[in-house]
């Protein structure tokens, strides 16, 4: 009877198996995916060459010039980073949290320190990319503004969730869509509220994932036209 009770306290504790082996996941800290799975998730540390503007992951050998990967030369925003490569648990976690506003301690950890030792700091004000008005309401949270918040608490910066605001409803991008389909799709699709509250900023704008690149541009575009000084991408992934 004792360890029957033992057994479900222990579940209750930990009732996660991993969204990607299926093994228990021992740590809460870990989230959806085991420890394991984590190690074999590839986490920025610093030492790779990534694109100096949109931080695709580069194959070539680091040199001490600046290296572009140059399919991001048209994009608006000044810079992009991410905490990794979207797999494993990386993108166990960024689908997990399209589905309830969730990010595990240790993600969360690995999202700060990975802004802190970015060349964002003289960020001065936190935008999520936002959702449209039908998404927001079928979703019930935008996954960026979950972001968006646990590093406005971290770093002391003011989140404006307000300012931007998508007014086109894009359906959800489908695997056969072209890059040129996806960009057309989100072409226009931002507006400013409120203008007065962008004007001079340098703005971090959060979302949970940088797949082309076309839906942070459209923001940054639409963000200077408003007047933004700079405008950084911060995401928690980035597609290869
Ligand atoms: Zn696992
Ligand atoms: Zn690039």
């Not at 228990?24 to 800290?29: D, I």
């Not at 996806?182 to 994932?209: H, T, Y």
Request: proline share 2%; with cysteine.
């Amino acid at each position: 009877m004792f360890c029957k009770i033992f057994d479900s306290l222990l579940t209750l504790a930990y009732p996660q198996a991993c969204q990607i082996c299926k093994n228990s996941v021992e740590n809460l800290a870990d989230g959806v995916a085991c420890r394991f799975c984590w190690e074999r998730t590839k986490i920025f540390s610093g030492a790779e060459t990534l694109c100096a503007k949109c931080g695709a992951f580069l194959q070539a050998k680091a040199s001490s010039f600046q290296t572009f990967c140059h399919r991001c030369d048209e994009h608006f925003y000044d810079s992009a980073c991410a905490v990794g490569i979207y797999g494993h648990a990386l993108s166990a976690s960024v689908l997990h949290l399209k589905r309830e506003p969730f990010v595990a301690k240790s993600l969360q950890k690995l999202f700060v320190s990975r802004f802190q030792n970015s060349d964002f700091q003289d960020t001065t004000l936190i935008v999520p990319v936002p959702l449209s008005k039908k998404r927001l309401l079928e979703r019930g949270f935008n996954q960026a503004t979950v972001l968006s918040k646990i590093l406005a608490k971290q770093i002391s910066v003011n989140l404006d969730e307000q300012s931007l605001v998508r007014k086109i409803h894009t359906p959800m991008h489908r695997a056969g869509m072209d890059r040129k389909a996806r960009e057309m799709s989100v072409e226009n699709a931002f507006e400013v509220k409120r203008p007065k509250l962008i004007r001079g900023k340098n703005v971090l704008l959060v979302d949970d994932v940088f797949t082309s690149g076309a839906t942070v541009s459209n923001c940054a575009k639409t963000l200077k036209e408003n007047d933004a000084n700079k405008v950084y991408v911060f995401t928690l992934a980035k597609t290869l």
